[in-house]
């Protein structure tokens, strides 16, 4: 079926494969405008960053936005039990998600079992007039069983595309997009205009990506040798790779407001902050859970003789040019009248620091240090999220300590969708759902069928792809 003779409406229950780039926000954007129900339609995705994402979207696509309620499908769930907390027979406690490893599969039972036994079909029918999800390939199999339950009282579509199915759940297994998604929600059509591309002026690219795709889900090799002008290949050839993914990640783009997404090392995130460290202008995309941030906040005691040392080696950790030892062995001399030369200003905030341990105090010694001539503050996310927790430690008037305030600006993040800086280092993971002009793959050899193909849609005009051969041969899972 043709992407114009799509129509979600029309449907009872369905699916539409969407690859990267092909105009599934905009097929979900048209739908909501022309419907014309007086009950809005019920919008669900994954992610709090992907609700935010999405929710800008159509607000730029200017859909009224009483067309529809958007939420994840565990908000959702929650917000469903909640007001059914007899019949869903959920503990109050587990809603207040004091432990969410535990919390949210209960949450996803509950939700399920009510769904199941029918009593809140009357509510459903009433509330909405049907359901669409986005990145349906990132359910597990728990929330597709909840949605699979709603779908039998409201018209349900779901999009997505198995080969961006990256994501996953420790112990909790993910639907098969054939066996499962499809033999519930029957496909209706695949989307197959590359806009993303076709928009940026290089759609013979978009075309090619489609062919990579097809080749992915085949099994076949992808030959580089074949590629249109808008890929580079970097040969790794191991005399000095680091070097030339060094290079390869200063690409520039056609202009100098393109945005580059440099993307490698999933599995070591030291990898890519280093990266991000040694090139200029780059910024590391931080994982949600900031662990550096709560981890800083739990060995930070201010009234420990080493307080000092901790916070110049967080300062270390995101900012370049900084040498924590250094510093400590100059403030311990400054302290002690045996420094030849005066203090700076990040000497003297430690030396502030030093004589009045306070929150307020870890935070001048941050920016004072980033103020440094010379210093660069490469992972700027992880050090606003600190500088904000901070903030709130010292407008608390010590009633809030740091590590709660850590992790209530860790759960405030996940609200939000990233910014997207112009040149931004991560992993697949951290990078699926953001787009750029350009993209760099620094370890393609590494990567499996979905994250490659993950990796090469995220650029809109060009793509470098470092790796050993010109002909990658990723398995798929």
């Given at each position: 079926?043709?992407?114009?003779?799509?129509?979600?409406?029309?449907?009872?229950?369905?699916?539409?494969?969407?690859?990267?780039?092909?105009?599934?926000?905009?097929?979900?954007?048209?739908?909501?405008?022309?419907?014309?129900?007086?009950?809005?339609?019920?919008?669900?995705?994954?992610?709090?960053?992907?609700?935010?994402?999405?929710?800008?979207?159509?607000?730029?696509?200017?859909?009224?936005?009483?067309?529809?309620?958007?939420?994840?499908?565990?908000?959702?769930?929650?917000?469903?039990?909640?007001?059914?907390?007899?019949?869903?027979?959920?503990?109050?406690?587990?809603?207040?998600?004091?432990?969410?490893?535990?919390?949210?599969?209960?949450?996803?039972?509950?939700?399920?079992?009510?769904?199941?036994?029918?009593?809140?079909?009357?509510?459903?029918?009433?509330?909405?007039?049907r359901i669409i999800v986005d990145e349906y390939q990132d359910c597990s199999v728990p929330q597709h069983c909840i949605v699979g339950h709603a779908s039998t009282v409201l018209p349900t579509c779901v999009l997505g595309d198995p080969l961006q199915s990256i994501f996953g759940f420790k112990g909790v297994p993910m639907p098969d997009w054939d066996e499962h998604v499809r033999a519930h929600f029957p496909e209706i059509g695949v989307l197959s205009e590359p806009w993303r591309w076709i928009r940026a002026g290089t759609e013979h690219f978009g075309r090619w990506l489609l062919d990579v795709r097809e080749k992915l889900l085949n099994r076949?090799?992808?030959?580089?040798?074949?590629?249109?002008?808008?890929?580079?290949?970097?040969?790794?050839?191991?005399?000095?790779?680091?070097?030339?993914?060094?290079?390869?990640?200063?690409?520039?783009?056609?202009?100098?407001?393109?945005?580059?997404?440099?993307?490698?090392?999933?599995?070591?995130?030291?990898?890519?902050?280093?990266?991000?460290?040694?090139?200029?202008?780059?910024?590391?995309?931080?994982?949600?859970?900031?662990?550096?941030?709560?981890?800083?906040?739990?060995?930070?005691?201010?009234?420990?003789?080493?307080?000092?040392?901790?916070?110049?080696?967080?300062?270390?950790?995101?900012?370049?040019?900084?040498?924590?030892?250094?510093?400590?062995?100059?403030?311990?001399?400054?302290?002690?009248?045996?420094?030849?030369?005066?203090?700076?200003?990040?000497?003297?905030?430690?030396?502030?620091?030093?004589?009045?341990?306070?929150?307020?105090?870890?935070?001048?010694?941050?920016?004072?240090?980033?103020?440094?001539?010379?210093?660069?503050?490469?992972?700027?996310?992880?050090?606003?999220?600190?500088?904000?927790?901070?903030?709130?430690?010292?407008?608390?008037?010590?009633?809030?300590?740091?590590?709660?305030?850590?992790?209530?600006?860790?759960?405030?993040?996940?609200?939000?969708?990233?910014?997207?800086?112009?040149?931004?280092?991560?992993?697949?993971?951290?990078?699926?759902?953001?787009?750029?002009?350009?993209?760099?793959?620094?370890?393609?050899?590494?990567?499996?069928?979905?994250?490659?193909?993950?990796?090469?849609?995220?650029?809109?005009?060009?793509?470098?792809?470092?790796?050993?051969?010109?002909?990658?041969?990723?398995?798929?899972?």
């Open positions: 079926m043709a992407d114009a003779d799509i129509d979600l409406l029309s449907v009872r229950l369905g699916s539409v494969t969407a690859p990267a780039g092909c105009g599934k926000t905009q097929l979900i954007a048209s739908t909501l405008a022309r419907c014309g129900d007086d009950k809005p339609v019920l919008v669900l995705t994954h992610t709090n960053a992907g609700v935010a994402a999405l929710r800008s979207r159509l607000d730029r696509l200017g859909i009224p936005a009483k067309r529809y309620r958007l939420s994840t499908i565990d908000g959702w769930s929650m917000r469903l039990i909640s007001t059914f907390p007899a019949r869903s027979a959920i503990d109050p406690a587990v809603l207040m998600l004091q432990n969410p490893r535990n919390d949210y599969p209960a949450i996803r039972n509950a939700a399920h079992a009510l769904l199941e036994s029918g009593h809140v079909n009357d509510v459903l029918a009433a509330t909405y007039s076949e090799r992808i030959d580089l040798r074949n590629a249109p002008a808008e890929v580079t290949w970097v040969h790794l050839d191991g005399t000095d790779d680091e070097k030339l993914r060094l290079a390869a990640a200063r690409t520039k783009g056609l202009s100098a407001d393109d945005r580059v997404l440099v993307i490698g090392y999933s599995t070591k995130p030291a990898a890519q902050q280093d990266i991000a460290r040694r090139t200029p202008g780059a910024q590391a995309i931080e994982a949600v859970d900031l662990k550096d941030l709560t981890q800083f906040a739990g060995r930070l005691n201010l009234h420990h003789a080493d307080a000092l040392d901790i916070v110049a080696t967080f300062a270390q950790s995101v900012m370049s040019n900084v040498g924590a030892a250094d510093y400590i062995r100059r403030v311990d001399s400054l302290r002690r009248g045996t420094a030849r030369l005066a203090a700076s200003a990040a000497e003297q905030a430690g030396l502030n620091f030093v004589a009045t341990p306070s929150y307020s105090g870890v935070a001048d010694v941050l920016v004072e240090i980033g103020k440094t001539p010379g210093v660069i503050t490469y992972r700027s996310g992880m050090l606003r999220a600190c500088l904000k927790a901070l903030q709130m430690c010292h407008a608390s008037g010590g009633s809030l300590s740091f590590h709660d305030a850590a992790v209530h600006v860790r759960e405030q993040s996940r609200l939000l969708g990233r910014a997207l800086p112009r040149r931004a280092v991560g992993s697949n993971l951290l990078l699926k759902g953001l787009e750029g002009e350009v993209a760099v793959i620094l370890d393609a050899d590494e990567l499996d069928a979905r994250h490659l193909y993950v990796s090469m849609t995220r650029g809109s005009t060009s793509l470098v792809i470092c790796s050993r051969s010109q002909v990658l041969n990723p398995h798929v899972n």
